[in-house]
């Protein structure tokens, strides 16, 4: 009778790993399609998460619920418009200077193109298509926009509809779950039917708000702290808008390992933009890669410590499949849900899948490891 439960256990593993598997196949599909719904919702969510804390401290100090709450979105909402006039606003006007310093440009990577002649012809057309495709494209937008946005306000009102409402949607998911955080905590703690699985839900809890609010705030404090550095460079070298540079190291530091690459790059182009000795025109980058590489290998793991340790290839992979799914947005997610995916599965142990498919085993890896700790030893 037990090697009758046995083999139908095992039957029911088979078929839940062969629908997990095509599960997970067509997960990552249906996110893509759903992209107007999932990306507004998972973003909000880490941001709700990460935003726990100080609505915590907020109730702590008699702070009723919906206003800690909307205290909460209101600070967030303050600090992405701050983001946004410092970034996006000189931003769109000193690029719109590029097609006109083409030329410049050209002249400054002269003597490297010497070195490539045979590159010479295939730099020289895709700059001019470029030129007019900028020039094109630049004087579409400004027909369309005469004026920058200087605020989230003006740039959702100057985006499309589709735009505006995932933004709305996304700031209610984040006002609705931080104002029912503290009862759907107490909920899910209390509906469990032994002492042991509540104590292990609040932990696996505060595992999650704990990991992800930490490494989002140490992490902002390091990349705000970056980009305040290489404004101080750039600003002490000459270039135009500063903070507008400090803030784009920032925004894209928050994407490891290709993020910097791309800041490194902007800068690149934007100091072959204003300088005209291709070298000089290349320190802001290079000053960007050193303070990186100091950052990345000393700063980061010293303040981060090991608690927060991520497999590097799973950031690569996490970062391949969520920038696959929904672009510039999923990279800047793939690190948070990756700890929250962590962090969860840590909590709740790896199964022994193959172990009670193959062997006689179980599913549950810890419960093995105390069956065989209960066992009598041999004399």
Same mark, same amino acid.
């Given at each position: 009778?037990?090697?009758?439960?046995? !083999?139908?256990? *095992?039957?029911?593993?088979?078929? /839940?790993? &062969?629908?997990?598997?095509?599960?997970?196949?067509?997960?990552?599909?249906?996110?893509?399609?759903?992209?107007? $719904?999932?990306?507004?919702?998972?973003?909000?969510?880490?941001?709700?998460?990460?935003?726990?804390?100080?609505?915590?401290?907020?109730?702590?100090?008699?702070?009723?619920?919906?206003?800690?709450?909307?205290?909460?979105?209101?600070?967030?909402?303050?600090?992405?418009? +701050?983001?946004?006039?410092?970034?996006?606003?000189?931003?769109?006007?000193?690029?719109?200077?590029? @097609?006109? *310093?083409?030329?410049?440009?050209?002249?400054?990577?002269?003597?490297?193109?010497?070195?490539?002649?045979?590159?010479?012809?295939?730099?020289?057309?895709?700059?001019?298509?470029?030129?007019?495709?900028?020039?094109?494209?630049?004087?579409?937008?400004?027909?369309?926009?005469?004026?920058?946005?200087?605020?989230?306000?003006?740039?959702?009102?100057?985006?499309?509809?589709?735009?505006?409402?995932?933004?709305?949607?996304?700031?209610?998911?984040? $006002?609705? $779950?931080?104002?029912?955080?503290? *009862?759907?905590?107490?909920? /899910?703690?209390?509906? !469990?039917?032994?002492?042991?699985?509540?104590?292990?839900?609040? !932990?696996?809890?505060?595992?999650?708000?704990?990991?992800?609010?930490?490494?989002?705030?140490?992490? /902002?404090?390091?990349?705000?702290?970056?980009?305040?550095?290489?404004?101080?460079?750039?600003?002490?070298?000459?270039?135009?808008?500063?903070?507008?540079?400090?803030?784009?190291?920032?925004?894209?530091?928050?994407?490891?390992?290709?993020? @910097?690459?791309?800041?490194?790059?902007?800068?690149?182009?934007?100091?072959?933009?204003?300088?005209?000795?291709? =070298?000089?025109?290349?320190? @802001?980058?290079?000053?960007?890669?050193?303070?990186?590489?100091?950052?990345?290998?000393? #700063?980061?793991?010293?303040?981060?410590?090991?608690?927060?340790? +991520?497999?590097?290839?799973?950031?690569? &992979?996490?970062?391949?499949?969520?920038?696959?799914? =929904?672009?510039?947005?999923?990279?800047?997610?793939?690190?948070?849900?990756?700890?929250?995916?962590?962090?969860? #599965?840590?909590?709740?142990?790896?199964?022994?899948?193959?172990?009670?498919?193959?062997?006689?085993?179980?599913?549950?890896?810890? *419960?093995?490891?105390?069956?065989?700790?209960?066992? @009598?030893?041999?004399?």
């Amino acid at each position: 009778m037990d090697e009758d439960a046995r !083999r139908r256990d *095992r039957l029911l593993a088979a078929l /839940t790993l &062969i629908a997990g598997l095509g599960l997970a196949l067509a997960l990552p599909f249906a996110l893509k399609a759903g992209a107007e $719904f999932f990306l507004p919702v998972t973003a909000a969510l880490v941001i709700a998460v990460a935003l726990v804390p100080v609505l915590e401290w907020l109730e702590r100090h008699r702070m009723p619920a919906a206003l800690a709450s909307l205290t909460c979105v209101l600070l967030f909402l303050a600090a992405a418009n +701050i983001a946004l006039a410092a970034i996006i606003v000189p931003a769109v006007q000193f690029f719109r200077m590029l @097609p006109e *310093r083409i030329g410049q440009i050209q002249m400054n990577i002269a003597p490297l193109l010497d070195l490539y002649s045979s590159l010479n012809k295939y730099v020289d057309d895709t700059a001019m298509k470029l030129a007019a495709g900028g020039a094109q494209k630049m004087a579409r937008v400004a027909e369309a926009t005469s004026v920058p946005p200087r605020s989230l306000v003006e740039l959702v009102a100057s985006t499309a509809p589709t735009v505006f409402i995932q933004i709305f949607f996304g700031t209610l998911v984040v $006002f609705f $779950f931080l104002s029912g955080w503290t *009862r759907l905590r107490r909920r /899910t703690i209390t509906s !469990r039917s032994s002492f042991d699985g509540a104590m292990a839900t609040a !932990r696996v809890i505060q595992d999650v708000v704990d990991d992800t609010s930490s490494y989002l705030g140490t992490i /902002t404090v390091i990349n705000l702290s970056l980009g305040l550095f290489v404004a101080f460079a750039v600003w002490l070298m000459g270039m135009p808008y500063p903070l507008m540079w400090g803030g784009i190291v920032a925004l894209l530091n928050y994407v490891p390992y290709f993020g @910097p690459i791309v800041a490194a790059l902007l800068l690149a182009l934007g100091g072959l933009m204003v300088f005209t000795d291709i =070298w000089v025109a290349l320190i @802001p980058a290079f000053i960007l890669i050193g303070a990186h590489l100091i950052e990345a290998n000393a #700063i980061t793991p010293f303040i981060v410590g090991h608690r927060l340790t +991520i497999n590097p290839i799973m950031i690569l &992979i996490s970062l391949s499949f969520w920038g696959w799914v =929904w672009g510039t947005p999923g990279a800047l997610l793939a690190v948070p849900l990756l700890i929250i995916l962590q962090t969860v #599965i840590g909590a709740a142990g790896q199964p022994d899948i193959a172990g009670f498919l193959f062997e006689h085993g179980t599913l549950d890896q810890q *419960r093995r490891r105390d069956e065989r700790a209960s066992r @009598p030893s041999s004399p």
